[in-house]
């Protein structure tokens, strides 16, 4: 039997993995866009204590590092380009650094890669566990798919729009943990400048980008930014329009996903609960009803006129 690669395995092997009836392996309970639209709003979740383990032990690591070379934080910080505050979050696991800050620590720390050791297991700790295999497919892919009904893709969200969903959550987020969030999610949109650049295709409702959230201000920023990034050549937007009178998207939401091998996955969700599939008819009957979605959506060039009109009316 072949070896899956760690991107499978992590994509499979997840809480609440169940098997279909003919013995197959069936939908694992995942989390969808970036795992935090589904929570309950209390913070971290048990099944992140793991994740929270690793940045607790990379900051003790790094103030261990700091120490030894007789910083004080105000230095060290001055020298990476954040406030002593900020250090102390970093060393006490209320933060996250991204992959640059810790490379750019190593160096002034002298650490010698110790510190980057830990880049991969601290990349994956600020996504919650049932999200890091499907963090992992975004990071190989080739394709997605991506077909949206209720608010505008994560990929896609400007920082604004970001904190707007992440602010009317109810029970209220902290606001360290909306930080957290906003930060993890600007890393996924790394992948639009990726090379070799993967192929994005985005579809959504034009509900969704009549939803005014946060105000008009953050709407309209929303609006540009898609337009700008329309523009990029692996990336196609198309809307669906209200009036549309035939909508294969009527069931929900969904992602399909092709890794550099060609295997595909196909997420969907539901209230509170996201699936991940990797059976091939099913990946591949999602593939299909995509490419029907896609047929009976705007093309892109009226997509981004359509846009064009709605901010008008701003």
């Not at 902290?174 to 999610?185: F, H, M």
Request: proline share 4%; glycine share 10%; with cysteine.
């Amino acid at each position: 039997m072949a070896e899956r690669t760690d991107a499978e395995a992590g994509a499979e092997a997840v809480p609440g993995e169940r098997e279909n009836g003919d013995g197959g392996a069936g939908a694992a309970v995942v989390s969808l866009g970036d795992g935090w639209e589904n929570d309950d709003g209390a913070g971290r979740r048990p099944e992140d204590e793991a994740g929270r383990g690793v940045v607790v032990a990379f900051g003790q690591t790094m103030k261990t590092l700091r120490v030894r070379e007789g910083l004080e934080r105000e230095e060290f910080g001055r020298r990476l380009g954040y406030s002593a505050s900020t250090i102390a979050s970093f060393e006490q696991g209320r933060r996250i650094p991204t992959p640059r800050t810790i490379e750019r620590a190593d160096e002034v720390l002298g650490a010698g890669g110790l510190l980057c050791l830990w880049k991969e297991q601290v990349e994956r700790a600020q996504y919650p566990a049932r999200f890091q295999g499907m963090a992992q497919l975004e990071k190989e892919c080739i394709e997605l798919l991506m077909y949206d009904a209720l608010i505008v893709n994560g990929l896609l969200q400007t920082e604004e729009y970001m904190r707007a969903l992440l602010g009317m959550r109810r029970p209220p987020l902290l606001q360290e943990t909306i930080d957290q969030r906003v930060a993890a999610r600007l890393v996924r949109q790394d992948i639009f400048d990726r090379q070799p650049a993967p192929l994005l295709s985005f579809v959504m409702t034009e509900a969704v980008l009549r939803h005014r959230y946060g105000s008009k201000d953050v709407v309209r920023g929303q609006l540009e930014h898609l337009l700008l990034i329309g523009q990029k050549r692996n990336v196609e937007i198309q809307v669906m329009p209200l009036n549309c009178e035939d909508n294969a998207g009527v069931n929900g939401p969904f992602t399909v996903v092709t890794r550099k091998d060609g295997k595909k996955f196909v997420y969907s969700e539901a209230h509170a609960i996201s699936a991940l599939e990797a059976d091939p008819e099913q990946t591949v009957l999602a593939a299909a009803r995509y490419g029907i979605i896609r047929s009976q959506a705007l093309s892109p060039r009226e997509s981004s006129q359509f846009i064009e009109k709605l901010l008008g009316e701003l």
